[in-house]
């Protein structure tokens, strides 16, 4: 028989608890943290759900609805299980099991035909509330679970968590959020590259090349793209000042209240006059995400976004990253999106994690 597929996705809503409010979990088994030599994990908190219809405890998690991501739908579900909004981090990874099982404890189940559920995971921190209601346009609602559906909301250590989840893996899930940790995800700040939508063809455009427009359809895409990259919550926009590209992140900014920032050295023509310069201006823009502890989404062109993939493969922890950042033109499909997260290591900023942004238009 052949086997179905229910999509979900969820994720891992961390905060780190001030040293005054830092408790030893004294029910945890183990040793406990050891001051002289502690871990990255030590002093962060995990939020964590009760199901009464299971009496299981798990992380945040649902279905996707109609004509929705992924990655919306976790940013959706942990608001509305857990009441808090949240922006994406790194990818933490996936897992599947009968949909039969849901709910039952015991061994790792094994998807044998029938229904299947798929549920991704990712880091999410929590946002504040003046950020949540900026984004609440592009995003859409968040509605509160039910209480028969989600009874209990508790924030516990990493190892109070491990101790507390009902299934093998959940906790699969939690050994990847502590190996990314442990590289300094934590401290990771989000940079969006945007791809313009589709522009009108240059042999059809009369006008100069820097006020050519996107079409309808470019247009359509920009605008679901804004439901993709509110999942990360950016708090500044820095856009070539070529039609194409404010055309593209205009609504969002509309949405949001944030202004555009012009970056003259962005455009077309001042990277083919000086690619450095491209690249120099874009540095500029990870210092500040890095600094600012804030996320930036930068619109650009396609050659220009293949210059500065250039620059960062070589910033990337792996080859195997290296190559998701695509060495031929076009790069990445017009009205879609790339996000990178960054740590600041020894040598310089250095990038974890890549995830690839494809609005729905429907």
């Given at each position: 028989m052949s086997s179905m597929m229910v999509e979900a996705a969820g994720g891992i809503v961390y905060r780190r608890r001030s040293d005054d409010d830092i408790t030893q979990d004294t029910d945890d088994e183990g040793p406990a943290p050891d001051p002289a030599h502690p871990s990255a994990v030590d002093g962060l908190e995990l939020c964590v759900v009760h199901r009464p219809k299971y009496d299981d405890w798990s992380w945040p998690k649902g279905k996707l609805e109609l004509n929705e991501s992924h990655r919306h739908a976790a940013v959706r579900e942990i608001g509305e299980e857990t009441g808090v909004h949240v922006a994406l981090g790194p990818r933490l990874g996936e897992i599947e099991y009968p949909l039969g099982s849901e709910g039952k404890k015991?061994?790792?189940?094994?998807?044998?035909?029938?229904?299947?559920?798929?549920?991704?995971f990712w880091m999410a921190r929590p946002i504040d509330e003046h950020?949540?209601?900026?984004?609440?346009?592009?995003?859409?609602?968040?509605?509160?679970?039910?209480?028969?559906?989600?009874?209990?909301v508790v924030w516990v250590s990493v190892r109070r968590a491990r101790r507390l989840l009902s299934h093998a893996q959940d906790r699969d899930i939690l050994?990847?959020?502590?190996?990314?940790?442990?590289?300094?995800?934590?401290?990771?700040?989000?940079?969006?590259?945007v791809r313009h939508g589709k522009a009108e063809a240059r042999k059809q455009w009369k006008g100069s090349d820097a006020n050519r427009p996107i079409t309808p359809k470019g247009a359509a895409t920009a605008y679901a793209?804004?439901?993709?990259?509110?999942?990360?919550?950016?708090?500044?926009?820095?856009?070539?000042?070529?039609?194409?590209?404010?055309?593209?992140?205009?609504?969002?900014?509309?949405?949001?209240?944030?202004s555009m920032v012009p970056a003259d050295e962005l455009t077309e023509d001042a990277f083919a006059e000086n690619p450095e310069g491209s690249w120099e201006r874009f540095e500029e823009e990870i210092t500040h995400s890095m600094n600012a502890h804030s996320t930036t989404a930068v619109c650009m062109h396609r050659p220009v976004i293949g210059g500065i993939f250039e620059h960062l493969r070589s910033i990337c922890v792996s080859k195997s990253l290296s190559k998701q950042l695509i060495a031929s033109s076009p790069y990445m499909p017009t009205g879609n999106a790339v996000a990178l997260f960054i740590v600041q290591s020894d040598e310089g900023p250095r990038i974890i994690d890549i995830q690839r942004l494809a609005p729905l238009v429907y």
């Open positions: 015991g061994k790792r189940p094994k998807a044998k035909g029938g229904v299947t559920k798929h549920v991704v950020e949540a209601a900026m984004r609440a346009p592009a995003l859409g609602p968040v509605t509160p679970a039910d209480v028969d559906e989600i009874d209990n050994d990847l959020f502590v190996d990314y940790v442990e590289e300094g995800a934590e401290h990771s700040q989000t940079l969006l590259i793209l804004n439901r993709e990259l509110a999942c990360y919550a950016p708090s500044r926009l820095v856009t070539s000042p070529w039609v194409r590209c404010l055309e593209t992140i205009e609504v969002f900014s509309w949405q949001t209240g944030l």
